[in-house]
Each structure stands twice: as C-alpha cells, then as structure tokens.
C-alpha cells in the first residue's frame, strides 16, 4: 500500500487529495483528527469480558443478523477500558476498504444497527506515506543484498576451495582491495592492516587512516582499530554459539576457508566515497562476492570484483562518530556471513530468498547479542530503539513478510519488530537457533521453528498463525500486567546467557508532522479512526478505533459487519 496521498481532516470536510467523490459519514464525526489517542490509557484492571480474556476473535456464527452479514455485541462491566477493531489480512493480495469489515457504535437515539449500516459505509481513504524524523543508516549495501539473497553462482564443491592467501599478511603489510567508488565503478584501494585480535584483522584504507587521534577528522586510529578487534572477539563467541559458523570456521573440512586464514577480515573504508558531505548512511555491508574465485562471478549481472576472503566492510566515518552503531554492524555482518554459509553452502539451498527474512535474522542477532557489547535498549545502535518509532507509525504499511526496495526504512522496521514478536513469545533464543539451523528459509523456516518443540504457545505453529496474534502484542505493548497476552514487554531466555529483553515500545513518546492536529505526547501505535476506511496489504495487520470508545466506563454496544473477503480476521480487543 504505498500510496502517498494525504486525506486532511478539517472541520466538516475530508478534503480528497486523490480518488473519486467523498461523501460525509453519517452521523456526522464528533472528532476529525486522524489518530485516537491510547496511550494515557489507566484502565484499573484487565479486562475480562471475553471467555476471561480482553481478545475476542469475531467467528461466523457471530454473525447473526442481516442473513449473516452483520452482527451485534454489548461488552460490561467495562472501567475505563478502550476497545479497538483489529483487521488482519491472511491472504497474499491487497483488500479495498469496503470489503475488509467494519464496526461501530450507534449513538443514542439513532435508529438501529441496520438502518446505521443502510445509511452509509465507511468511507474511504488512503494512507499519507508517515516519515518520522531520522536518518536511515544502512547495514547492507544494496548491491551486495541483491547477490547475497540471489541464487548461488556455483555449487558448493566450488566454494569451498582454499586459496591461502589472506594468512600470510601481518601488521603493517599493505595490499589493495577491490571496492566500488562513488560512480559504482570498481578500483583497486590501498589499505593497511592496522589491529589484530584472536578472531579478527582490521585494515584501514590508507586514505582513512591517521596515526593522531584529532576529533572530527572521519580518520580512523589504530587504537578504533584495535578496539574493533577486541570487540569482535565477543561478537564471534556469542553469534557461532547461536547462529552456526563461517566457511573454514572450527571443525571445518578446510580450515580458514577461501582465504587459508582462521580469522575474519574486516575493511575500514570510505564507504560510498561520502566522508563529510553530511549523505553518509552505510554503516557496513558483507557481500559473498568475496567467497568465489573470479571466474565463478564473472557472469553476474553486476560484476563485482572478489576480494578472496571471509571479510565485510566497514565504514570510516561511521566508526569515528558512531561506535556503538559500528559494534552493532559487527554483529549484523558476521552473522550475515554464517547465514550465507550454514543456508547456502552447506545446506545448499537453491534460489533466491525474501530480504525480510535474512534482514530479520541479522536484526535478531543485533537484538540478542548487542546488550553484551553495552549497547542497551535506549541506544540508537539497537534495533529496538532505532525502528521503534519508524514501526508504530508504519506497521500496517506493509506485510509482515514484505520487503520494498523504495521504502527501506518500513521495510528494516517491519522485518525486525516481527521477528522481535516472535522471538519474545514463542520461544526466545532457542527459536531464533532453530531457525538459523533447519534446512528452510523464508516463511518455511520459520513454520518449521514455530512447529517445533521450543515453541510453548498452542496453537501458533506457523507464522500465519503469529500474524493472527500479532495485534495483541501492539495492543498489550506496554501492559506487564497482561500476563495471558502476547507482548513485546516480556523477557524471553530459553538459552542460559541469552535473554531477549522486555522492550516497551510505549516508551518513546513521537509525533508526525504531516497529520493534522497530531496530539503532542502521543505513545504506541498508531490507530486511526474507525470513521475512515483504509485498504489492507497482503499479510498485514490494522488497528482502528473511535474517540467514543477510548476511556469508557460500563456497557458499550458493538456492531459489526463481516468482511466481504474471507481471507480477512476481525478481531475486538479491549485494554
């Protein structure tokens, strides 16, 4: 659904920025923000109305009016509780708004739920493209991703070739490195190695490289180096554990792999050739080109130049200004370079893969390990900290399983918090272990580690049925007390030392500045008013609600009308 029109909410009147005529709904709306405001919510105590829970997932028999097409609820014993439809689309196409269901209220002294539905329908509208401010910082570079998620070039008899070349290179030796410039054209760089450490070499470009620590040069020093290789050492204990190895890893057949060295090498350069312009966001990138002899990618589309090591790439002036978001790198890398590894050459799993999936495992793997490098949940080098905010704002923008090239922000934010929900409920470490060992990718990797014994919660064994809950877990975001409900606010250890942390995505208060009258202190995700009708994405999930249901006290009657795609859930939940 990336469309980018913007409906604004004034007065009396929707004024269309695209589409056909726009009719008034019918009673006319008390409030005409876009957003209902949840997040000062005090309700007392959970609410229990629904066979002891607050989720009430609307069924066929529920329909009992309107020869099965609508139906009517009373919900008591409420105390200052709020009520949200929630929509989830299981399908994998688009649904228009009128055909995904509907509920509402009817205000007193109105006439009766099925005069209220002949009246008028929601009305319908689209989605404005919501940026939040911040800068998107890359992990990946783009044409690595494209290769590292493509179809191998060889098989893997081919891979695993030792070409000895990267042992024999000490401190203060120089060779060139093959990277690509500003225009994307390859050249050889100069570069030095610079630290060392049990697992890790660290070289520095020589055009990066200062022998003086002078703040604000973007030159790295020897002692970032060093530090850089001391920090990998606990990167590489804490990620084989969970993750596999690299190619010629401890055990291997070919130890040292396509390079002949044990250890992995790492790049420290000017990555994009931006250093100062104030456009620099490629924190690092590992690109598998690296572990091919030329003539296995001489057909590849884009031509990349082999380096002939197990190695990533940092960025120079990230490690000067940005440390922590560099250690962080270190973990999204290297794992990336396991993934390819333990998926591609040893399991030999053919074709291509979805980005989500690879993106949500590197994230994942941020998420687990980088509290034990001192990155901590209120660091912009987390994940949690760094798409939290991207993600409430834009969590019904795209599927949960989609990835979008044009709109790498929503999809980074999208692929983590979902693997953040499914490792904080359904299994923790083991089951982000699990995946990272069967024999699958993609959705196939993650029903097979969902069907699997770590995973505690009935019926949830595939990531379909996770989708159908993952309301509960926006919803209940910040709520300790909801015990019985999926959440991100719990903490998961189901590996001794590896814990994935309770993360209340309620915590950071944000506004978006192309919504009218956005309210100032506005927390959780966001809901748009039930008023207004918005198509769903394929495998994407919407919550909405009215203002007349936010903070209600005693009985509130609920209609609602079944969706006229059958592929879509309605869910009312109460907080």
Known sequence: MKKRCFFALLAALLVAGC??????????????????VIGRHDAAAPYTGFSGGPVWKISSADYTQGGGTRGITTLSGLDRHSVFLVRVNRSDTEIDALDSGWAFTRPQGTGSSSERFAVSGPIPAEFPQFQPAGKLILKDDPEAMAFNNGPAPTQSAR??????????????????????????????LPATLRAESA?????????????LLRPNDRL?????????????????????????????????????????????????????????????????????????????????DKHPQTNLAEMFYLDAEF????????????????????????????????????????EMMAMLAEDLIGPQM??????????????????????????????????????????????AYLVRNFGGAALLK?????????????????????????????????????????????????????????????????????VNLWSRPYRVPNIVNFPAGYRGPLIPSLYYGFGMNAHALLIQSYTIWQNVSGNLEVSFQRPNNPNVDLYIMVR
């Open 434 to 502: 699990e995946m990272a060992s069967n024999n699958y990718m993609d959705t196939a990797s993650v029903n097979a580690a969902l069907s699997s014994s770590v995973n505690p919660v009935p019926g949830v064994r595939t990531w379909q049925d996770a989708l159908g809950r993952y309301g509960e877990a926006l919803i209940y975001g910040n709520d300790i007390y909801q015990s019985d409900r999926l959440s991100f606010n719990r903490i998961s250890e189901t590996i001794p030392f590896y814990s994935f942390s309770a």
């Open 19 to 36: 589409g056909g005529p726009i009719t008034e709904p019918e009673p006319k709306p008390e409030d005409h923000d876009f957003t209902v």
């Open 319 to 358: 490690t000067e200004f940005q440390p922590k978001a560099i250690y962080s790198t270190l973990i999204h890398e290297f794992q990336h370079m396991i993934s390819y590894h333990e998926k591609r050459m040893v399991r030999g799993l053919p074709g291509s893969s979805n980005p989500w999936y690879t």
């Open 220 to 300: 790295v020093t020897t002692s970032q180096a060093q530090e850089i290789a001391n920090k990998f050492n606990l990167v590489y204990g804490y990620t084989t554990e969970i993750f596999g190895r690299e190619p010629g890893g401890p055990g291997a057949a070919n130890p040292g792999g396509i390079d002949g060295d044990a250890k992995i090498h790492i790049l420290i350069y000017d990555i994009d050739f931006d250093q100062g312009t104030g456009n620099a966001n490629t924190a690092g990138f590992f690109w598998a080109k690296d572990l091919y002899a030329q003539a296995d990618i001489n057909n590849w």
């Open 159 to 188: 891979w695993l070739r030792d070409m000895g070349t990267m042992s024999t290179y000490a401190l203060g030796d120089t060779r060139n490195f093959w990277v690509q410039d500003e225009n994307e054209a390859w050249i050889e």
């Open 374 to 419: 001192g990155i901590g949940f209120d660091d912009p080098g987390h994940p949690a900290y760094r798409w939290a905010v991207e993600f409430m704002v834009n969590y019904s923008a795209l599927g949960v399983n989609k990835w979008n090239t044009e709109d790498l922000m929503v999809s980074y934010a999208n692929a983590y918090e979902f693997g």
């Open 199 to 211: 697992k890790a070499k660290v070289w520095i470009a020589d055009a990066s490289y200062s022998d």
